[in-house]
């Protein structure tokens, strides 16, 4: 069974960092690209970044390209992102997952993908 835990999120004001963490078990963790995802109130759930399983090739949308910095830790089983610079417009429930990068970042099985955790809150003030 694959158990998630995220942390690291909390409020903030814009400008401001945060960096969240994402440890999972139960999962062969270095088997896998990993991403984090982030879903804010009455929007769909989207992918912020990723990470090839080896760490060496990352993956960023759009809007966050040069704030966050996505790594991970295959010994500890842990995911990061670092999130520099934020904006009022980051706010959102996030979470990680196993992914695919590339094209697009998803979850692995797309919709069909049932391992998420409870998520990190992150709230960003204006």
């Known amino acids: 069974q694959v158990q998630v835990v995220e942390s690291g999120g909390g409020l903030v004001q814009a400008g401001g960092s945060l960096k969240l963490s994402c440890t999972i078990s139960?999962?062969?963790?270095?088997?896998?690209?990993m991403g984090w995802f982030r879903q804010a109130p009455g929007k769909q759930r989207e992918g912020v970044s990723c990470?090839?399983?080896?760490?060496?090739?990352?993956y960023y949308t759009d809007s966050v390209k040069g704030r966050f910095t996505i790594a991970r830790d295959n010994a500890k089983n842990t995911l990061y992102l670092q999130m520099n610079s934020l904006k009022p417009e980051d706010t959102a429930m996030y979470y990680c997952?196993?992914?695919?990068?590339?094209?697009?970042?998803?979850?692995?099985?797309?919709?069909?993908?049932?391992?998420w955790g409870q998520g990190t809150q992150v709230t960003v003030s204006s």
């Open positions: 139960g999962l062969t963790f270095d088997s896998y690209p």
């Open positions: 997952a196993a992914s695919r990068c590339i094209p697009t970042i998803q979850a692995l099985g797309g919709d069909a993908y049932r391992d």
């Open positions: 990470i090839s399983w080896d760490g060496d090739n990352t």
